[in-house]
């Protein structure tokens, strides 16, 4: 197993829509060890192959306790076949270090994959939860997309872009999601103390 290189935002390849994988083999099952634990020695909590330079449909990520046992899970050729619901996500990327901003998502989300084995199975994510984030997070990567792309607003995530040196957003890229920001501005206008805890942490993260 091996470290591969994770590259950095402006690289064209994070960009291209990558490609379906048509076995999972020997070599495909080496990547995807090679990419389980480039991710856990970046501390990262998702990992998607364009990332490490293969334009290919795959991805990782852990979400368990990083101070409990490690709970890693495999996407091959996955599909997001339900989605539901809007909730904010404060994210970041291992391809743009350091830099964490509020974007849009969707609540629940359904997925089929292939498993490590090339076995196909089905996961449900709810409530908005990490693992719902996450799954959508990747899945972005694979079609060239960024979370950047859904950011809640502009000038902050330029802010945060710019704090790490990293290059601003590209405005042709958003996602057009008025529906996800109606849905979420309603439910934080109904939950106000959750905003301002969010608020709150993102401070103490000096974010
Ligand atoms: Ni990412």
Redesign the pocket.
């Given at each position: 197993m091996s470290i591969l290189k994770i590259i950095e935002y402006k690289n064209p390849i994070l960009r291209e829509k990558s490609k379906e994988v048509s076995k999972v083999s020997k070599k495909i099952k080496n990547l995807i060890a090679d990419m389980l634990e480039t991710m856990y020695q970046a501390q990262g909590v998702?990992l998607?192959a364009p990332?490490v330079g293969y334009s290919l449909r795959i991805f990782v990520l852990d979400v368990s306790d990083p101070e409990g046992p490690i709970d890693p899970m495999v996407f091959v050729n996955p599909k997001i076949v339900k989605k539901s619901g809007a909730i904010n996500s404060y994210e970041g990327?291992?391809?743009?270090p350091k830099a964490y901003t509020n974007v849009r998502r969707y609540k629940n989300v359904l997925v089929k994959a292939l498993d490590i084995n090339g076995r196909p199975f089905v996961k449900e994510a709810l409530d908005g939860s990490l693992l719902s984030r996450c799954i959508q997070?990747?899945f972005d990567?694979l079609e060239g997309n960024?979370?950047i792309d859904h950011c809640r607003n502009r000038f902050d995530a330029n802010n945060a872009l710019a704090k790490y040196n990293l290059p601003s957003i590209e405005e042709e890229r958003l996602i057009e999601e008025d529906f996800l920001e109606k849905e979420i501005v309603e439910y934080e206008k109904a939950h106000p103390e959750e905003v301002e805890e969010l608020r709150k942490t993102i401070e103490e993260q000096g974010g």
């Open positions: 998702g998607a990332q990327c291992l391809s743009f997070h990747e990567h960024l979370f």
